[in-house]
C-alpha cells in the first residue's frame, strides 16, 4: 500500500512558521510571492519547494500520479525515448508516457524535493540557472508511506 505524501507535486511554502500551499507568483520580475492575498519577498520566506514520489519500473524511472487499488499510475521521468515504446507504454514522445502497474512491479519508492527557494537564491546570485538538480534531494520512501505485505 502506498500513503501519498500530501501536496505531491506542488509548491510548498513555509511563511513564518504557516506550511501554504495557495501561493501565486505576483509578477515578471517581483521577487515576490502572493500568500493568502499578501505580497511576501522571498527574502522572508522560511521555506519554498516542491515534492514528487517517484517509483522504478523494469529498471526505468516513473513519476508516481495516483495509486489505487492495488495499482500504481506513472509517467516516464527516464532518458531513453525508445525504451517506452519497445515496452508498449501508452503515449508518444511530445506528450509522454504512461503507465499503469500493479504495485506488486514496482521498486525503489521515493521522494524527490526540490528547494525552489535555493534555486531562487541561486539564479539572484548567479544569473543563472543552477544545475538541474544542484538543490533536488532524494530519499527513500518510509515505512508509513510504503507499506508492504
Given at each position: 500500500?502506498?500513503?501519498?505524501?500530501?501536496?505531491?507535486?506542488?509548491?510548498?511554502?513555509?511563511?513564518?512558521?504557516?506550511?501554504?500551499?495557495?501561493?501565486?507568483?505576483?509578477?515578471?520580475?517581483?521577487?515576490?510571492?502572493?500568500?493568502?492575498?499578501?505580497?511576501?519577498?522571498?527574502?522572508?520566506?522560511?521555506?519554498?519547494?516542491?515534492?514528487?514520489?517517484?517509483?522504478?519500473?523494469r529498471g526505468q524511472p516513473f513519476h508516481l500520479w495516483r495509486y489505487r487499488d492495488g495499482h500504481v499510475d506513472g509517467a516516464f521521468a527516464g532518458n531513453d525515448l525508445t525504451w517506452p515504446l519497445d515496452k508498449?507504454?501508452?503515449?508518444?514522445?511530445?506528450?509522454?508516457?504512461?503507465?499503469?502497474?500493479?504495485?506488486?512491479?514496482?521498486?525503489?519508492?521515493?521522494?524527490?524535493?526540490?528547494?525552489?527557494?535555493?534555486?531562487?537564491?541561486?539564479?539572484?546570485?548567479?544569473?543563472?540557472?543552477?544545475?538541474?538538480?544542484?538543490?533536488?534531494?532524494?530519499?527513500?520512501?518510509?515505512?508509513?508511506?510504503?507499506?508492504?505485505?
Amino acid at each position: 500500500m502506498i500513503h501519498v505524501i500530501p501536496n505531491e507535486n506542488q509548491d510548498v511554502v513555509v511563511y513564518q512558521g504557516r506550511v501554504a500551499t495557495n501561493i501565486a507568483t505576483s509578477g515578471p520580475g517581483d521577487r515576490a510571492l502572493i500568500i493568502d492575498g499578501v505580497r511576501v519577498p522571498y527574502e522572508e520566506l522560511d521555506a519554498w519547494y516542491a515534492e514528487r514520489m517517484l517509483f522504478d519500473w523494469r529498471g526505468q524511472p516513473f513519476h508516481l500520479w495516483r495509486y489505487r487499488d492495488g495499482h500504481v499510475d506513472g509517467a516516464f521521468a527516464g532518458n531513453d525515448l525508445t525504451w517506452p515504446l519497445d515496452k508498449g507504454l501508452e503515449g508518444n514522445r511530445n506528450d509522454g508516457w504512461f503507465l499503469t502497474a500493479p504495485e506488486s512491479e514496482i521498486e525503489n519508492l521515493r521522494i524527490e524535493k526540490i528547494d525552489i527557494l535555493e534555486r531562487q537564491r541561486y539564479r539572484q546570485t548567479f544569473k543563472v540557472n543552477p544545475p538541474e538538480d544542484l538543490f533536488t534531494y532524494v530519499r527513500p520512501a518510509t515505512d508509513q508511506e510504503w507499506i508492504r505485505d
